[in-house]
């Protein structure tokens, strides 16, 4: 359908200049917000209508940093314990990456996206590794984005740990992928340059990625001092700390991301600040891996946009935004902190990440903006105005349920079903016998 009218009891609309709306209608047209008024004002409408009563309309979510490529993974218990971050990577992430073939890859992107619209998310940043299956990796999770109607916006980890051939082949899917982006643009796919993190990538690989970043006039997508770890190995190989060393290369900039940021300096978060650099945080990641937290009340004090991503520890942004909280509380010893350096991660910074590949069109309701919307069962118990919105996002919304998740225009579920021509049976079946195969190869 071109045309719905939803009519919303309350609109939370992440959009500074109005932030609460009560008893309103939302005119879709064509995958935009064309209007937006009292509900009074459509008395008569006679298309669709969809009548919001007992729930909460929002803009559909953001994640700022996935991967969807570890989806086949849960439950896999043949990891050997891990004494640090390195050894993580080693024991799991880079012993099941390098097993994962077509089907793998395409299926753990259609999984992990019927996951994330189930819990209201209409974009997402991911960064794909799979170092068996490099040529045409981008292109398989491509169709699960379009088979879900979901947006995206991808990229290829390029890494020297696989050696040479697996680095070069890497580079070269980056560059196809954008290339393709650039020459058919696509409202539903976007690219990003991928690297993996500094510590597995040389000088010569960091100054060619440089060459077709600047080509491709496009931003880099990497993880950045997650661990201490990647800060000693630069300091230690080349000289310099992490930032340093992809800012002399030209590689960090106002379209890339550095995901994580954990173990970062004052002078790093001033040329990130500087360089109008995102910063995406992914705190359940952090914990769960025992890398640290970073430090979101020194970086916003100095300017740094900062993101909220998963890392493909859920596709659940509000209960990232939550936990992202709390550690906040326990990093600065205070638990009065932080609360709108963190809740903005999500409900500004976001928006603001990805408008830079999606031309400002997403993460708000308001008229003229993509039609990228959530419907979440709540009644507010407390008041709901411009002045508590954030602590019903924080304390509330985030315990209830995801009804309905529409993006450009189109419902993908509704009633807490989803309305795409898939047979998930079918999918998650497959799924799990794929992954009983990757988990005897691994
Ligand atoms: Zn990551």
């Not at 709306?21 to 995958?31: K, S, T």
Request: glycine residues 8%.
């Amino acid at each position: 359908m071109d045309r719905l009218l939803i009519k919303a009891p309350y609109v939370i609309s992440f959009d500074e200049s109005q932030p609460v709306m009560r008893d309103v209608g939302v005119l879709i047209n064509d995958g935009i917000i064309e209007r937006i008024a009292p509900s009074t004002d459509f008395d008569g409408y006679e298309g669709d209508i969809l009548d919001a009563e007992g729930r909460v309309l929002l803009p559909g979510l953001i994640n700022a940093h996935h991967h969807f490529y570890s989806t086949l993974v849960r439950g896999y218990g043949k990891a050997k314990p891990s004494k640090d971050f390195v050894e993580v990577l080693n024991h799991l992430w880079w012993r099941l990456d390098k097993q994962l073939r077509q089907d793998d890859v395409y299926l753990s992107a259609l999984l992990s996206i019927l996951d994330a619209i189930r819990h209201g998310t209409t974009t997402i940043i991911d960064h794909h590794a799979s170092p068996g299956f490099v040529t045409g990796s981008l292109s398989a999770i491509a169709k699960a984005v379009k088979e879900t109607g979901i947006r995206g916006c991808l990229c290829y980890e390029v890494s020297d740990r696989d050696g040479q051939a697996v680095s070069d082949a890497g580079i070269e899917e980056n560059y196809h992928w954008l290339q393709q982006v650039n020459n058919a643009p696509d409202p539903f796919l976007k690219g990003l340059f991928g690297m993996h993190a500094a510590f597995t990538l040389e000088d010569r690989t960091l100054r060619r990625i440089s060459q077709l970043v600047h080509e491709l006039n496009c931003g880099a997508h990497i993880h950045v001092a997650e661990a201490l770890s990647d800060q000693q190995y630069n300091i230690n190989h080349h000289g310099k700390r992490v930032v340093e060393r992809l800012h002399d290369f030209g590689l960090i900039g106002d379209r890339s991301i550095a995901a994580h940021c954990v173990h970062i300096n004052a002078r790093e978060m001033m040329l990130l600040a500087e360089t109008r650099t995102a910063v995406v945080t992914n705190p359940q990641s952090n914990l769960n891996n025992a890398v640290g937290i970073a430090d979101l009340v020194r970086m916003s004090d100095l300017g740094v946009t900062i993101g909220l991503g998963t890392d493909a520890m859920t596709t659940n942004m509000l209960e990232e935004l939550r936990v992202g909280l709390w550690a906040q509380h326990l990093k600065q010893d205070n638990p009065s902190c932080a609360f709108m350096e963190v809740t903005n991660t999500l409900v500004r910074n976001n928006p603001l990440i990805a408008n830079r590949y999606w031309n400002g069109m997403l993460g708000s309701v308001k008229s003229g903006k993509a039609a990228d919307l959530i419907l979440i069962d709540y009644q507010p118990p407390t008041p709901l105005n411009d002045a508590t919105w954030m602590g019903h996002l924080v304390f509330g919304l985030s315990q209830a349920i995801v009804d309905t998740t529409i993006c450009a225009g189109r419902i993908l579920m509704w009633n807490k079903q989803l309305s795409l021509d898939l047979d998930e049976a079918e999918i998650t079946s497959q799924a799990s016998e794929l992954a009983s195969r990757l988990w005897d190869r691994m």
